[in-house]
């Protein structure tokens, strides 16, 4: 009867493990409560030169230590060597714990507050978005200062003075960067380059949108789901929302690339700077 793998196929298995969670061999057998030399290339034959298998149960102490799955090791066993770890939902309420990121409000959502000794306004309780990049023009506004460049934010004054904009922001944005390019830890849970492991999200007040580099969006209906707890981003009801957000948020980055040298042409009389937008 033949053997459907080999004493090589299953070492190359485990150092393709070992090396996609960031272990080297010794490594990942003392996480898994092993002899760190049990998994080293000098062991993996006895003296007598036959080769040394494994038991099944280091295989799932490996594996349980390392994070990866019966199904990832099996393909490796297979020869398909060069697949990459399945992708992993998007763990909802994981995320939620990882501190200061993501896309829970807890993570963005901050009181700003603001005392103004020119201002009108005391005591006053704004209910309407705003976002970080609109506390610089408004110092600069108040200050009397022009901005050299482009800036991101709106400048708040209105609502130091008892007013408020003719347009007031009617979403909040936020991107958060997650991969852990020192430790790989992210990269190999997810099975995706560091390249792929960032979030940009849009937020009104009945809708949140997440869009991610390399995993599948998330939509949520705030009103009914203020816990973030339900995905509707796959619910044919609500592909239209889905478009819309995605559109808006696309809108938003366009907008907001860097514009240093964006508002700048070289003419036949040199460069042309255009006014800084407030």
Known sequence: MAKMFSH??????????????????????????LDPTSFNPS?????????????????????EAAGATVEEFAD????????PPRRKHIPLLGLARAGKGGYFDGSQHVPLIVRDPKGSARGVRVETFTEAVDVMPTILERLGVAPQNHVDGHSLTEY?????????????????????????????????????????????DKWKYVHFAGLPPLLFDLENDPGNLTNLADDPAFAGVRLEMAEKLLSWRAEHLDQTLALKQLTADGVVTAPALR
């Open 8 to 33: 090589k196929q299953v070492w190359a298995a485990i150092d393709t493990i070992a090396e996609r969670y960031g272990y080297s061999a010794s490594g990942l057998a003392k996480k898994s409560g």
């Open 160 to 204: 130091l003075d008892g007013g408020a904009p003719a347009e007031p922001r009617e979403e909040v944005h936020w991107e958060f960067d997650f991969r852990e390019v020192a430790t790989q830890r992210a990269e190999n849970w997810f099975g995706l380059p560091s390249t792929k492991l960032s979030m940009a999200a849009i937020r009104s």
């Open 76 to 83: 490796l066993l297979s020869g398909r060597k060069g697949q």
């Open 43 to 63: 062991k993996r034959n006895g003296p007598d030169g036959r080769p040394r298998w494994p038991t099944t149960e280091s295989i799932a102490n490996l594996l």
